[in-house]
């Protein structure tokens, strides 16, 4: 079974409005880290926002925030006032409590285009 | 130089070639790691080395060859390679025991196979 199942192939958005990116996630750990990540076409992975399992609080970073429902295993990232910048492929990745040296595992990636 | 950097940033070879990528990170880590990225399908994690030691093997053919002399640097030597490797090769670093362990990535390797 895919342990991080991102359903959204393709997403578009105007400039300034707000997105969701979709994520849910599969472990049966109690401990364990959820990350997203962008790729724009550069290739270049870029650390976006941290979750952690314990945190009581969704994770905030600029215009990111991730959306956290533990009980539902999902993590979705929200990005606010969108830019043109934006555009870029967008990857969610789960890193659970006994992996050794933050071994993660990422989805299949969600592609969002910001439109002018 | 800061972050992580990798080296060349596109390679074209032919399967009979023998070639290297090259992995730097600046960041005081004590991991690293290689990824391949194919066109349409996830992220794969190749290797991961924890304090130079080889940790993680993803079932990896041999025409795939790591090498970790150091903290800072990583090497994946490439030899008689086919078309289907072509891919993005990334490498990551990150510092075990934190936290928080997030993987810092650099730009890729563009790799084609002829």
């Known amino acids: 079974a895919q342990k991080i199942t991102q359903t959204q192939p393709g997403m578009f958005v105007q400039e300034k409005e707000a997105v969701t990116l979709d994520c849910t996630y599969d472990?049966?750990?109690?401990?364990?880290?959820l990350f997203w990540y962008k790729q724009p076409s550069s290739g270049e992975m870029i650390f976006l926002i941290y979750q952690g399992s314990y945190d009581e609080q969704n994770a905030t970073e600029g215009r990111y925030s991730l959306n956290f429902q533990k009980a539902r295993k999902s993590a979705n990232l929200v990005i606010s006032a969108s830019q043109l910048g934006d555009s870029a492929m967008y990857f969610c990745?789960?890193?659970?409590?006994?992996?050794?040296?933050?071994?993660?595992?990422f989805g299949d990636g969600t592609t969002l285009t910001v439109k002018p | 130089e800061t972050g992580v950097t990798q080296t060349p940033r596109h390679l074209v070879m032919g399967m009979t070639n023998k070639k290297s990528l090259k992995c730097e990170q600046h960041l005081g880590h004590n991991a690293m790691y290689w990824y391949k990225q194919s066109a349409k399908k996830p992220l794969e994690l190749m290797f991961v080395?924890?304090?130079?030691?080889?940790?993680e093997n993803n079932s990896v053919p041999s025409r795939f060859s790591p090498e970790c002399p150091n903290s800072s640097h990583l090497f994946l030597h490439l030899h008689t390679l086919q078309p289907e490797d072509s891919a993005l090769y990334l490498c990551a670093s990150s510092q075990p025991g934190l936290a928080i362990e997030t993987q810092y990535f650099g730009p890729g390797t563009r790799l084609l196979v002829l």
């Open positions: 080395y924890n304090f130079k030691e080889q940790t």
């Open positions: 472990t049966s750990d109690q401990s364990y880290g």
């Open positions: 990745a789960m890193r659970e409590g006994n992996t050794n040296a933050g071994k993660s595992t």
